[in-house]
């Protein structure tokens, strides 16, 4: 449907035959013998040359094709005769859609930095390196669906507005149509939510969770997979204000199923971009490589595809929280006191631990069970001992919690308890409470980091490089 793609022609055996490229101008290059087009649709990381004769179109025409224009190109697809591709095109006709002034087109030719790029989120994915990550972005997006398709999960659209803040931690974007100059007030001064668009307090969500085990709880295994927001002022190459998350929960799975699940998950998706995205994983690889190029040998990143198949190829190192406390207080760094922040049972890890336990320790992926209750959220199931829950976390090299998930608390008087404990109230999670009151049964479930699993795929060192167009503290430009 539509046009060819340039992808397509590129696969294409030259025969002379008629061929129409539509894209943008990556580069033009002038010899005494010819013009080389250089043309990119985004369909592939691989531009399609295009070769004209000297003289054959005005001078005019040729000013406006420079790098950022739109063109048509008709001409004929013949085997190149430069190295580098297999075909090329030679020129019968160009028209230009669209010119793109150079004094003015900031995107030319020559090295940006992510930082400016960010800046020009509009005009970045017609980068090499934007391109390829929206296209992996893609596959593994698609290789999510068909995985829990093919494993019988449910895919369930829970709401992005809702009144209840599912991970208790009160980081909400609140969701009004009150008009903020002029809030209407009850008699006790308070701002009164009845007159607003819901008739009550109401937030964009943080998290598909409590939604999706109400899904778990008829459907038996259900995913989610969509936006999520938080309004936690982290400025960190990890965190985003809106991202995405995928959340499968599962009725009658415990935790080790649910350990299981996650593990297989992320390395047959892994397996899927590895497969799919070839090209533009070299790409990715290459361009690691040149970034680190002057580092000394041992301080540099083992190539990208490598690192993919090595998570592919081996099991997730499994321990409980309390037996990473015991390696990282007989760690190097803890006895050295390197570490910034002191290590006990009962804290929250940090980066630094956690990197030392994926990084140094095990220098693989690790997935940490069994946290202290009061470091977790309500909705995890107590372990028979009352002080620690059946948590689990995925920790990646390089990312840190790619994973967050837990087998859910499925009896009615503990979950109130807890609910009680945190402090919210049980008024705005009736129905999410009634699923253990009625037909209550085992259950599990966790939600993946959609960028952070990116990231980790392409290598990108922040976060705010592999989305479209990134939300963060001080930043919604486009
Ligand atoms: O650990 P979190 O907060 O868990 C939940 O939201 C649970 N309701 C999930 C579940 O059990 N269904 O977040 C889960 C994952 C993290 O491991 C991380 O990968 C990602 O979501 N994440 C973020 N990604 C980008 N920016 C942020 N601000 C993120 N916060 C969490």
């Given at each position: 449907?539509?046009?060819?793609?340039?992808?397509?022609?590129?696969?294409?055996?030259?025969?002379?035959?008629?061929v129409?490229?539509?894209?943008?101008?990556?580069?033009?290059?002038?010899?005494?013998?010819?013009?080389?087009?250089?043309?990119?649709?985004?369909?592939?990381?691989?531009?399609?040359?295009?070769?004209?004769?000297?003289?054959?179109?005005?001078?005019?025409?040729?000013?406006?094709?420079t790098?950022?224009?739109?063109?048509?190109?008709?001409?004929?697809?013949?085997?190149?005769?430069?190295?580098?591709?297999?075909?090329?095109?030679?020129?019968?006709?160009?028209?230009?859609?669209?010119?793109?002034?150079?004094?003015?087109?900031?995107?030319?030719?020559?090295?940006?930095?992510?930082?400016?790029?960010?800046?020009?989120a509009?005009?970045?994915?017609?980068?090499?390196?934007?391109?390829?990550?929206?296209?992996?972005?893609?596959?593994?997006?698609?290789?999510?669906?068909?995985?829990?398709?093919?494993?019988?999960?449910?895919?369930?659209?829970?709401?992005?507005?809702?009144?209840?803040?599912?991970?208790?931690?009160?980081?909400?974007?609140?969701?009004?149509?009150?008009?903020l100059?002029?809030?209407p007030?009850t008699?006790?001064?308070?701002?009164?939510?009845?007159?607003?668009?819901?008739?009550?307090?109401?937030?964009?969500?943080?998290?598909?969770?409590?939604?999706?085990?109400?899904?778990?709880?008829?459907?038996s295994?259900?995913?989610?997979?969509?936006?999520?927001?938080?309004?936690?002022?982290?400025?960190t190459?990890?965190?985003?204000?809106?991202?995405?998350?995928?959340?499968?929960?599962?009725?009658?799975?415990?935790?080790?199923d649910?350990?299981?699940?996650?593990?297989?998950?992320?390395?047959?998706?892994?397996?899927?971009?590895?497969?799919?995205?070839?090209?533009?994983?070299?790409?990715?690889?290459?361009?690691?490589?040149?970034?680190?190029?002057?580092?000394?040998?041992?301080?540099?990143?083992?190539?990208?595809?490598?690192?993919?198949?090595?998570?592919v190829?081996?099991?997730?190192?499994?321990?409980?929280?309390?037996e990473?406390?015991?390696?990282?207080?007989?760690?190097?760094?803890?006895?050295?006191?390197?570490?910034?922040?002191?290590?006990?049972?009962?804290?929250?890890?940090?980066?630094?631990?956690?990197?030392?336990?994926?990084?140094?320790?095990?220098?693989?992926?690790?997935?940490?069970?069994?946290?202290?209750?009061?470091?977790?959220?309500?909705?995890?199931?107590l372990?028979?001992?009352?002080?620690?829950?059946?948590?689990?976390?995925?920790?990646?090299?390089?990312?840190?919690?790619?994973?967050?998930?837990?087998?859910?608390?499925?009896?009615?008087?503990?979950?109130?308890?807890?609910?009680?404990?945190?402090?919210?109230?049980?008024?705005?999670?009736?129905?999410?409470?009634?699923?253990?009151?009625?037909?209550?049964?085992?259950h599990?479930?966790?939600?993946?980091?959609?960028?952070?699993?990116?990231?980790?795929?392409?290598?990108?060192?922040?976060?705010?490089?592999?989305?479209p167009?990134?939300?963060?503290?001080?930043?919604?430009?486009?």
């Amino acid at each position: 449907m539509g046009p060819l793609q340039i992808k397509e022609i590129l696969q294409t055996a030259p025969e002379n035959q008629a061929v129409t490229l539509k894209g943008w101008v990556r580069t033009k290059r002038e010899s005494k013998n010819a013009i080389f087009i250089a043309l990119n649709d985004g369909s592939t990381i691989h531009n399609i040359q295009a070769v004209a004769e000297p003289g054959q179109f005005s001078p005019e025409l040729l000013l406006s094709v420079t790098t950022g224009a739109c063109l048509k190109i008709e001409g004929q697809l013949v085997e190149s005769q430069g190295s580098g591709q297999t075909v090329e095109v030679k020129i019968t006709d160009i028209l230009v859609y669209g010119a793109a002034d150079p004094d003015a087109y900031p995107l030319q030719p020559k090295k940006h930095s992510l930082e400016f790029l960010r800046e020009i989120a509009h005009l970045r994915p017609r980068t090499n390196t934007f391109s390829a990550i929206l296209r992996i972005r893609h596959v593994l997006a698609f290789a999510v669906h068909q995985y829990y398709n093919d494993n019988g999960f449910f895919y369930l659209h829970t709401p992005v507005i809702t009144a209840s803040d599912a991970e208790g931690a009160g980081e909400m974007f609140r969701v009004t149509t009150l008009d903020l100059n002029k809030l209407p007030r009850t008699e006790d001064g308070a701002i009164n939510f009845k007159e607003d668009f819901f008739g009550r307090e109401a937030n964009l969500t943080v998290s598909g969770q409590l939604e999706g085990e109400l899904g778990a709880m008829a459907l038996s295994k259900i995913y989610t997979f969509g936006p999520t927001f938080r309004a936690e002022n982290s400025n960190t190459t990890r965190h985003l204000a809106e991202f995405w998350m995928i959340e499968p929960e599962m009725a009658f799975f415990e935790l080790e199923d649910n350990m299981d699940l996650a593990e297989d998950f992320v390395k047959k998706v892994i397996a899927y971009a590895l497969e799919h995205c070839k090209d533009d994983l070299n790409f990715l690889q290459s361009r690691l490589a040149e970034e680190e190029k002057n580092k000394p040998q041992n301080e540099r990143s083992i190539p990208l595809l490598e690192k993919l198949s090595f998570v592919v190829d081996n099991p997730f190192e499994r321990l409980t929280y309390t037996e990473a406390i015991d390696i990282l207080l007989k760690s190097k760094p803890h006895k050295e006191k390197k570490f910034q922040y002191p290590v006990g049972w009962g804290i929250d890890l940090s980066s630094e631990h956690e990197r030392y336990l994926v990084e140094k320790h095990f220098k693989k992926p690790v997935i940490l069970t069994n946290y202290p209750r009061e470091i977790k959220s309500f909705y995890m199931k107590l372990d028979e001992d009352g002080k620690t829950v059946r948590a689990m976390d995925v920790l990646f090299p390089g990312i840190g919690e790619i994973i967050g998930g837990s087998q859910r608390e499925d009896n009615y008087e503990k979950l109130l308890e807890r609910v009680h404990e945190v402090g919210i109230d049980p008024q705005t999670i009736w129905w999410y409470l009634e699923t253990r009151k009625f037909g209550t049964a085992p259950h599990s479930g966790f939600g993946l980091g959609f960028e952070r699993l990116v990231q980790f795929v392409t290598g990108m060192g922040n976060i705010r490089d592999v989305i479209p167009f990134p939300r963060y503290p001080k930043s919604a430009e486009f």
